[in-house]
T-cell receptor
Framework: AQSVTQLGSHVSVSEGALVLLRCNYS??????LFWYVQYPNQGLQLLLK??????LVKGINGFEAEFKKSETSFHLTKPSAHMSDAAEYFC??????????????FGTGTKLQVIP | GEEVAQTPKHLVRGEGQKAKLYCAPI?????VFWYQQVLKNEFKFLIS????????ETGMPKERFSAKCLPNSPCSLEIQATKLEDSAVYFC??????????????????FGAGSRLTVL
C-alpha cells in the first residue's frame, strides 16, 4: 500500500518569499511522485512528476521538487512566491506494479496563501 | 478534444434520488479514473477503466454506485438513492496508455473540472 502525508494543511508566505510545501510518502515499491495544483472550482493540474533519473525535478511556474529516498520526501519549493501561486497543492504517489499498476494516491492537500 | 469534459458542473438531488455524472476523456486516452473529493480534502479513488473494461473498482461503494465506459459514449458515474454523505465534487481523469500499451503508474492524469453534487 502507498500513502502520502502532507505536513501543514495551510501555509502562508509573503509575496517574494520562499515557498516550501512538505510531502512525505510511504511505498513498498520505488515510487512515482507527483505534485498537482488545484485552483478554485477547477480540477487538478500537474506541476511536476518524478519517476526515475534525476532527483531534482523542475516543473511549471517555477516550481521544483527533490526526491530524497533516505528521507522518503518529495518537498515542493519555489524561490519567490507570486500572488498567482495561491491555490491548493496536492502531493501524490503511485508506482510500478508487476503485471499491473499502482493507482495514484493523493495527500490531503496544502492550501497556500500568498500575502501581499 | 484536448480536455476532459465533465457534465453537469453542478447537480442538486434530494436524498434518495438518482444522480448521474458524465465524463468525456481526452481522445486517445484509454484509461479513465473517477475520484470523489469531499470538503476540499481527500481525493478518494472510486473506479478506473481501461477502455470499456473495469480496471480497478476497489474504491466503489457497490451497493449504490455504478459506472460505465461504453464505446463512442461519455463515461458515466451513477449513484442510486443518493445520501447526504454523497455530497462532494466528483472528478474524472484520463490517461494515455504507457510505452507498452498499459498504464504504468507513471502516466500523468489529466483531470476534468469536476461535477459538484449536492444532496439535500
Amino acid at each position: 500500500a502507498q500513502s502520502v502525508t502532507q505536513l501543514g494543511s495551510h501555509v502562508s508566505v509573503s509575496e517574494g518569499a520562499l515557498v516550501l510545501l512538505r510531502c512525505n510518502y510511504s511505498s513498498s515499491v520505488p515510487p512515482y511522485l507527483f505534485w498537482y495544483v488545484q485552483y478554485p472550482n477547477q480540477g487538478l493540474q500537474l506541476l511536476l512528476k518524478y519517476t526515475t533519473g534525476a532527483t531534482l525535478v523542475k516543473g511549471i511556474n517555477g516550481f521544483e521538487a527533490e526526491f530524497k529516498k533516505s528521507e522518503t520526501s518529495f518537498h515542493l519549493t519555489k524561490p519567490s512566491a507570486h500572488m498567482s501561486d495561491a491555490a491548493e497543492y496536492f502531493c501524490a504517489v503511485s508506482g510500478p506494479f508487476p503485471g499491473g499498476y499502482q493507482k495514484v494516491t493523493f495527500g490531503t492537500g496544502t492550501k497556500l496563501q500568498v500575502i501581499p | 478534444g484536448e480536455e476532459v469534459a465533465q457534465t453537469p458542473k453542478h447537480l442538486v438531488r434530494g436524498e434518495g434520488q438518482k444522480a448521474k455524472l458524465y465524463c468525456a476523456p481526452i481522445k486517445g486516452h484509454s484509461y479513465v479514473f473517477w475520484y470523489q473529493q469531499v470538503l476540499k480534502n481527500e481525493f478518494k479513488f472510486l473506479i478506473s477503466f481501461q477502455n470499456e473494461n473495469v480496471f480497478d473498482e476497489t474504491g466503489m461503494p457497490k451497493e449504490r454506485f455504478s459506472a460505465k465506459c461504453l464505446p463512442n459514449s461519455p463515461c458515466s458515474l451513477e449513484i442510486q438513492a443518493t445520501k447526504l454523505e454523497d455530497s462532494a465534487v466528483y472528478f474524472c481523469a484520463s490517461s494515455p496508455p504507457g510505452v507498452r500499451g498499459t498504464y504504468s503508474g507513471a502516466n500523468v492524469l489529466t483531470f476534468g473540472a469536476g461535477s459538484r453534487l449536492t444532496v439535500l
